[in-house]
């Protein structure tokens, strides 16, 4: 794996890129929860919902146009809130896992999200 980061306007090769899963999460206030969702909180202890992950494909180039700090899936956990003179409350803690990416154009549409251990410098 490379050490240095990749420069502004590098060529690079990938095979592997961030999708979006289409997963958009939970509400953050327990209020606004139905009864499925409140039920796999019973059933499990932390859900982790994953916005984005890495799909194969045919191996692609690039130039490096950019590198941001993504979410790329999130851990919902249910705790309860003791307070001695309040009644108890459930809250819903939200912890977000970011990932570093580089932005990568393969044509003037758009352009792919590549994690660093994905791509290889090409001459």
């Known amino acids: ?21 289409g997963n958009s999460g939970f509400l953050s206030d327990i209020e606004y929860l139905n009864d499925k969702e409140i039920k796999r ?3 499990e202890v932390v859900i982790n919902v994953v916005f984005k992950e890495p799909v194969k494909h045919k191996e692609l180039t690039g130039i490096v ?9 999130t851990d919902f ?10 009644e108890d409350r459930q809250f819903i803690s939200i912890s977000h896992v970011f990932k570093i990416v580089y932005l990568v154009a393969c044509n003037l549409r758009g352009f792919k999200r ?7 410098a090409t001459q």
């Open 41 to 43: 909180f019973e059933d």
């Open 1 to 21: 794996m490379r050490k240095q980061p990749f420069m502004l306007g590098e060529k690079v090769k990938f095979s592997r890129s961030l999708k979006n899963t």
């Open 77 to 86: 956990e249910l705790c309860q809130a003791y307070h001695p003179y309040e």
């Open 114 to 120: 590549v994690l660093p251990e994905d791509l290889e």
């Open 65 to 73: 146009v950019g590198k941001r700090r993504i979410s790329t899936n």
